[in-house]
């Protein structure tokens, strides 16, 4: 009953070519509708509202859906001073995690060539490390999710990431390419091999340039 259970149900459901309307006689989106709040988010927070809208776009909506669009302005609303986004909403650290997904939300929801769009993809810019990575915060070392997080957002705002080399530093993509290791799975750094079936997965996204909401694909 989360939403944000809900929301990635959705999302894996339809990346797999099954309907989130009818999964065992239940609509998943309706339900997911019924637990947005007045303000047009879903839990008063940027990342459920984020993945909120990608799991409507993902179900049929389109970016002029009156939900999506609502959802869309609650994260433009939300934006931090210095162009991020934080997990919860205004006024709270901005990290690299939520403010890709907030910028790939934004596009979803029809706000990609917005100035908020604009200023989020800026700050993603100025966070890449020189090896190419980029950090779960600003400041800290690089690792394979946050990565896949600002390649995603990247592609979703029409930027090749293998051109966004700050300062000289070597690609997102060289440096997520640097972690797979013999065995097809993906480190979370270099000194970091944890979870490493989650981090493979989130890193796919990136290495295969699709961004959220994923595509349809039909059902192997």
Do not use: K
């Amino acid at each position: 009953g989360d939403p944000g259970d809900l929301e990635r149900a959705i999302l894996a459901l339809r990346a797999c070519g099954r309907p989130a309307r009818d999964a065992r006689g239940r609509d998943l989106a309706r339900a997911l509708l019924g637990r947005r709040h007045r303000d047009g988010s879903w839990a008063g927070l940027v990342n459920q509202t984020a993945f909120g809208i990608f799991a409507l776009r993902s179900a049929g909506a389109g970016s002029r859906d009156r939900a999506v669009r609502a959802a869309g302005a609650f994260v433009a609303r939300q934006q931090n001073r210095d162009g991020g986004f934080s997990f919860a909403r205004r006024g709270t650290a901005s990290g690299i995690d939520d403010t890709a997904g907030a910028l790939q939300a934004l596009v979803a929801a029809g706000r990609g060539r917005t100035r908020a769009a604009r200023r989020a993809l800026s700050y993603l810019t100025r966070r890449q490390r020189p090896d190419g990575g980029f950090p779960l915060n600003p400041g800290r070392a690089s690792n394979a999710q946050s990565t896949a997080f600002a390649v995603q957002a990247f592609v979703a705002a029409g930027h090749n990431p293998d051109r966004v080399r700050r300062r000289g530093s070597r690609s997102a993509m060289a440096y997520l390419r640097s972690l797979v290791g013999g065995d097809g799975s993906v480190r979370y750094s270099r000194t970091s091999a944890q979870t490493p079936v989650w981090v493979t997965a989130q890193a796919l996204t990136a290495l295969s340039r699709r961004p959220f909401p994923a595509a349809a694909h039909a059902a192997r």
